[in-house]
């Protein structure tokens, strides 16, 4: 028969594993449904393409090693670090022309301008040319996010400040930019 040390052990284990239980599952409960591509360092998210239930998951043939992902039809970029880990990923407003799906790199960049549309952006991050038109990624100094204008030729690809100033950090000269469906 146990001692009553081994019974007391015993019960503050259970009693220790309950309580952990309780609060896993209240932090699972409260976190972002995708946090696990926001820089966690856990393995690659991958998904096939269009499906819509891991919207944020990296898109299933978006190229290898470090790069930025842009997926037109779901208005998203992943930052894509070593190991095809994703760093960050955001939705973006497109302008309105879009680039043709397949690699770029990045090409130049600005720290701050007016935009085609006239307002002041800043983390101007290019890298190709439609149309005549210059295709980057930019944020908006007011934080705006308009719809494309489809009477005007934009090649602006809108993020947030917060996001564009991560873009600016990670997409120097030279950096892969993978544009997917």
């Known amino acids: 028969m146990p001692s009553n040390s081994s ?3 015993a019960g503050l284990t259970a009693a220790a594993l309950a309580t ?19 820089g966690s360092g856990g393995a690659p998210a991958k998904k096939a393409p269009g499906d819509r239930r891991t919207p944020a998951a990296l898109p299933a043939d978006s190229g ?3 790069r930025v992902v842009y997926s037109l039809d779901a208005d998203r970029v992943w930052l894509v670090g070593p190991n095809d880990v994703v760093t960050r990923t955001f939705k973006v407003a497109p302008g309105s022309v879009d680039p043709r ?9 600005s720290g701050a301008v007016t935009g085609t549309d006239g307002t002041p952006v800043e983390h101007v991050v290019r890298f190709t040319t439609v149309q ?3 295709i980057g990624f930019s944020a908006a100094l007011d934080g705006s996010m308009p ?5 005007m030729k934009t090649g602006g690809i809108r993020e947030t400040v917060a996001d564009g100033a991560a873009m600016w950090t990670f997409a120097t000269i030279g950096r892969g930019v993978v544009v997917v469906p």
Do not use: K
């Open 147 to 151: 719809e494309p204008d489809p009477t």
């Open 64 to 66: 290898t090693g470090r």
């Open 7 to 9: 019974t007391f052990v």
């Open 20 to 38: 952990v239980g309780f609060l896993a599952f209240q932090a699972s409960a409260s976190a972002p449904a995708d946090l696990d591509v926001r």
């Open 101 to 109: 799906p397949g690699s770029y790199v990045v090409t130049s960049r």
């Open 132 to 134: 005549d038109t210059t």
